[in-house]
């Protein structure tokens, strides 16, 4: 939630993907750009979130599944910036042109007639 809220306005926390390492003391996540938005606005607004780790640490600490697990204070540290790894949706080719002397399927008189 506090990633996608951070990642600007658009951005859902179900798109938000998140995956732990050994001992969950890791996190990567990945987020695609919402429709309409360019991703170097969502790569723009992590890279300017200053108050992103204490919001995650505070988010934590109050779930009660990390509640009763945690020995100590929670604390998130951002160990590598954030960046953008986006590849944009690839365009459909026009469909071929037909082959001279023949017709386009629904084109009427598009084939030539010997004279």
């Known amino acids: 939630l506090a990633i996608a809220a951070q990642a600007g306005a658009g951005v859902s926390p179900a798109t938000v993907q998140l995956v732990l390492s050994a001992g969950s003391v890791a996190v990567h996540a990945s987020?695609?750009?919402?429709?309409?938005?360019?991703?170097q606005s969502v790569l723009a607004?992590?890279?300017?979130a200053t108050h992103l780790c204490n919001t995650v640490a505070t988010l934590l600490a109050a779930a009660p599944?990390?509640?009763?697990l945690s020995t100590g204070p929670i604390s998130v540290t951002v160990t590598a910036p954030p960046v953008l790894n986006?590849?944009?949706?690839?365009?459909?080719?026009?469909?071929?042109?037909?082959a001279a002397g023949m017709s386009a399927p629904g084109v009427v008189g598009a084939a030539s007639a010997p004279a």
């Open 86 to 98: 986006w590849v944009p949706p690839a365009l459909s080719a026009p469909a071929p042109a037909p």
């Open 65 to 68: 599944p990390v509640a009763a």
């Open 45 to 48: 607004a992590l890279q300017g």
């Open 31 to 39: 987020l695609p750009p919402p429709d309409g938005t360019p991703p």
